[in-house]
């Protein structure tokens, strides 16, 4: 797979829940990548998906990540891949959706299953692995190389802003540069 476009990309927000989210290893680094990501994508103009699963138990998106994207209505799932979605399936088809990049939790579960079902169905899959966590470290590292071994990209957050940029001296990379300083 070469480098990631912006052209059919798909930014997906997996399930960063209120009653989940406290106990993610490292959590405070995968909130502030994903809202870098946020913000990134806003500028570059990537559409962004956000899922919630069994938000009556879980909760709700959590609050500094759902106030960046209030425009964006998370679609509530039970299925662990975001795939088993009809609803989830629809918005990637009216997106035109070929590449999917990858946030949120847990890397071992919903990520993984979403990540290799879409690998299954075609699609390109980077999954941001700063971006991603899981309660356990080694679950999440158990997570990040079942996708790898599936045909994932992996990348970090700023690898993945300067491969969608391509160069500097543009107006994205200019507002870009302050997300990654």
């Known amino acids: 797979m070469g480098l990631l476009s912006k052209d059919g990309a798909v930014l997906l927000i997996i399930d960063i829940q209120e009653k989940l989210f ?14 870098r990501l946020i913000k990134f994508v806003k500028v570059v103009g990537i559409p962004i998906v956000l899922t919630e699963q069994y938000p009556k138990g879980l909760g709700r998106t959590i609050r500094e990540i759902k106030e960046l994207i209030p425009e964006v209505k998370p679609i509530e799932k039970v299925e662990f891949s975001c795939l088993g979605s009809e609803e989830f399936r629809g918005a990637l088809k009216r997106l035109d959706a070929k590449t999917l990049i990858l946030t949120g939790i847990e890397t071992h579960i919903c990520v993984s299953q979403t990540a290799i079902e879409a690998l299954d169905m075609g699609y390109g899959v980077h999954v941001v692995s700063d971006a991603t966590s899981s309660r356990r470290e080694e679950d999440r590292t158990v997570g990040i190389e079942r996708m790898r071994q599936g045909g994932a990209v992996i990348s970090s957050t700023e690898m993945l802003i300067y491969e969608v940029l391509r160069r500097a001296g543009t107006k994205e990379f200019k507002e870009a540069l302050r997300l990654v300083k």
């Open 22 to 35: 406290p106990h993610m290893h490292k959590k405070e680094e995968v909130s502030k990548n994903v809202r």
